[in-house]
């Protein structure tokens, strides 16, 4: 799948990491389904937004929060 993937900070406290995606219309809306709950589901993704324009096109981000391991010592 095409797209991008970005870091920002959203909240003082939270880091999300950003996937940027476009699917063509001739995506059913059961594929898409599927690729979201599988991407939620095995890789921690959850839907930022998800838009679609006049002409079909799914415009889709996704965000999953950045987990940092700080030192105990």
Do not use: H
């Not at 063509?24 to 998800?50: H, I, K, N, Y």
């Not at 838009?51 to 799914?58: A, W």
Request: glycine residues 4%; contains cysteine.
């Amino acid at each position: 799948m095409p797209g991008r993937t970005d870091v920002a900070l959203r909240n003082a406290t939270v880091e999300y990491e950003f996937w940027d995606f476009a699917l063509p219309r001739t995506q059913s809306r059961s594929a898409v389904c599927r690729l979201l709950t599988d991407a939620a589901e095995f890789q921690g993704w959850e839907l930022d937004r998800l838009r679609k324009d006049p002409s079909g096109r799914r415009t889709i981000r996704l965000r999953r929060k950045i987990m940092r391991v700080r030192a105990t010592i």
